[in-house]
C-alpha cells in the first residue's frame, strides 16, 4: 500500500494505480511463500501482516485506513501503527484521523514534508499524539469511522467523514468557537460535498 493509495477511511488498492520500482501497479502482490524461501523480508511481512492503522504521509489531513484484516503491507514512507489489542484498532484510526489531531500536527509539524500545506509525521510523531480524554464520545467516533470505511460511493463517504468528525471532537473535548473552527478547517481540507460548511450549518 502506498501513500497515494489511501485517502482518509478509503483504500484504493485495485483501484487507483501506484507507483513502485518505477513501474505503475494497479493491485500489487507479493508473494509470500516465495519471500519465505529466498528472500530476506518474511519476518518483517509477518510483524506487519496483522490488524494495524495505515498512514499516509504528504497530506492535508491526517489519512489513514484501518487495515482490519491485516492484509496490506506498508510501501515506503507509509506508517503502521499496531495497536496493543487487535480489536482497538478501529479506535486508533479515529483517534489518528480526529480533526483536532490534524490540527495539532499541522501546529506542530508544518513544514517537514515537500509541501508547507502538508502534514508529515514519523512514526514517533504519531505514537506521541495524544488519545482522546472521553472514552464514550471515542467509542462512537470509531463507530462512525468505520462507518465511513463501508461507505457505498464518495457522497456516503464524505457525509459519514462529517459525522465523524464532529464527533471526534466531542471524543477530544474541543467545544464552541474552537470546535466550529478545527471543524471548517478540517472539511476544506478533507473536500467534498460540503466541506466549505461550518459545523454549526
Sequence with gaps: MT???IDLACCRWGVAPMRILKHKWTAPRVDRKRMERDGTLAP???QRLVPKVLVATQTKVIEV????AGRFL???PVLSVVPNRPEDVMLIAAALAAPPI???AMTKYSGAALSVDAIKLSAKQAAAMPLPA???AWEHAAKLFASAQGA???TELFARLFAFGDAA???YGVQGEKRSEVLEWWKNRVGGPGAAETADD
Design 3 to 5: 501513500t497515494g493509495a
Design 44 to 46: 518483517w511481512m509477518a
Design 65 to 68: 485506513y484501518a487495515d482490519v
Design 74 to 76: 506498508p510501501s515506503v
Design 102 to 104: 490534524a490540527a495539532l
Design 134 to 136: 472521553h472514552r464514550r
Design 152 to 154: 457505498g460511493d464518495e
Design 169 to 171: 471532537c466531542d471524543a
